[in-house]
Antibody, heavy 121, light 109 residues
């Protein structure tokens, strides 16, 4: 059974950094692109970043480009999101999600339960 | 960037009724790369429909998707109590950029 679980969220001051992790199991990790999606309190879904199945290609939403870095570790079957220069607008639940067909042109078929990030002084 | 506009914002219906949710794109969605998700309070989104009309694994057949180009529809043929939730459409045709609609809240009348 496919399983994704995020961790690393918490309360952080503006301008500081945080790293999120997404532990996965139940599928061939190295065969799937993986995404981060976030949802601000009471708001809709916003795609954040994607990393290719092999980690070679990474793409970001304009709102996080230059501040966030997505990465993956196949030895640990884990996805990461390094978030720097955090602002209050980054306050959200962060979800990791798997690309259904493995590649970019795929819907997101499995999601973790999310981890809350609160940016506040 | 493709903008997705969902309507209505809120839909009030009773169990047993038929629900029709709309998603309109600002430009044509490539190869019908359009998905629908259901989200209940405090939960992650769940994939319902991909490729505009294909049901995801385990999704009941009362859920169906249709449409092409810029106009897409999610239909729930006969509402069950567990179907009341927020629904989002998403395009993944201009990958690697992905956009979601703002959501439609389906509430019990």
């Amino acid at each position: 059974q496919v399983h994704l679980v995020e961790s690393g969220g918490g309360v952080v001051q503006p301008g500081r950094s945080l790293r999120l992790s997404c532990a996965t199991s139940g599928f061939t990790f190295s065969a799937y692109a993986l995404h981060w999606v976030r949802q601000a309190p009471g708001k809709g879904l916003e795609w954040v970043a994607v990393i290719s199945y092999d980690g070679d290609k990474k793409y970001y939403a304009d709102s996080v480009k230059g501040r966030f870095t997505i990465s993956r570790d196949s030895s640990k079957n884990t996805l990461y999101l390094q978030m720097n220069s955090l602002g209050t607008d980054d306050t959200a639940v962060y979800y990791c999600a798997r690309a259904r067909g493995g590649g970019y042109h795929s819907a997101f078929d499995n999601w973790g339960p999310g981890t809350m990030v609160t940016v506040s002084s | 960037e493709i903008v997705l506009t969902q309507s209505p914002g809120t839909l009030s219906l009773s169990p047993g009724e038929r629900a029709t949710l709309s998603c309109r794109a600002s430009q044509s969605v490539s190869s019908n790369y359009l998905a629908w998700y259901q989200q209940k309070p405090g939960q992650a989104p769940r994939l319902l429909i991909y490729g505009a009309s294909s049901r995801a694994t385990g999704i009941p057949d009362r859920f169906s998707g249709s449409g092409s180009g810029t106009d897409f529809t999610l239909t729930i043929s006969r509402l069950e109590p567990e179907d009341f939730a927020v629904y989002y459409c998403q395009q993944y045709g201009t990958s690697p950029l992905y956009t979601f609609g703002q959501g439609t809240k389906l509430e019990i009348k």
